[in-house]
């Protein structure tokens, strides 16, 4: 029943509503300028998300580094480092 619906969408659809700029009239329309004109910003849009993304976990990554190259117990001050099972439950 859902492939006949499908079908007769698909052959009551109009062709020009299948149709992309570039396809349907000109290609060298203001109509298919528009089109290549908003791929490449959404392009654009895209990429830069993915590399603030990406910016973002590497900036964690030094952040990490930093943090694990720390001492944060000077050695000559005579503080002991804390117990690391301070405050567990021991089984």
Do not use: K, W
């Amino acid at each position: 029943m859902r492939t006949t619906l499908f079908t007769v969408l698909l052959f009551a659809a109009p062709r020009a509503a299948l149709a992309c700029p570039v396809c349907f009239g000109q290609n060298d329309s203001p109509m298919a300028a528009a089109a290549n004109l908003a791929i490449v910003v959404m392009l654009v849009i895209v990429g830069g998300v993915l590399a603030a993304f990406g910016s973002f976990f590497v900036y964690l990554r030094r952040r990490a580094r930093m943090a694990a190259e720390a001492e944060p117990y000077p050695a000559n001050h005579g503080h002991q480092a804390p117990n690391p099972h301070e405050g567990t439950a021991q089984c």
